[in-house]
């Protein structure tokens, strides 16, 4: 299980994928894709901040309560996005994994897509 933001960004550059970078978008670390928010720690929570549909959140939410939750702060964003975050301890690899590789496909321009994936 993946502990706090130094495990899950050492985590996340392990999956050695293009066009990531490190930023600090008010004043805390956070890694983009293609410019965009991809992977960060929560601000108010010792919890990662992953993105998600509403269905999702809402499913994650009801069936792992203990281990998916949604900080008041967040829950404005879903005009924008919406968000779910993961308490420390509880985040699986392989749930994070996958999470965080739809996520960069998300992020990613299509005809860079395109190109890699006829690779």
């Not at 996340?12 to 293609?34: C, N, V």
């Not at 985040?91 to 965080?100: K, S």
């Amino acid at each position: 299980m993946i502990q706090n933001w130094a495990e899950l960004k050492a985590f996340a550059l392990g999956m050695d994928l293009p066009e990531i970078t490190l930023a600090t978008p008010w004043g805390h670390e956070a890694l983009k894709a293609f410019g965009k928010m991809w992977c960060y720690w929560s601000y108010y929570e010792d919890a990662a901040v992953f993105k998600a549909s509403r269905d999702e959140r809402e499913m994650l939410m009801a069936a792992e309560p203990a281990t998916f939750f949604l900080h008041p702060h967040y829950a404005p964003h879903n005009l924008v996005l919406v968000l779910v975050l993961v308490r420390a301890g509880r985040i699986d690899p392989g749930w994070a994994r996958a999470r965080l590789l739809q996520q960069w496909r998300d992020a990613a321009p299509k005809r860079f897509l395109k190109g890699r994936d006829a690779r």
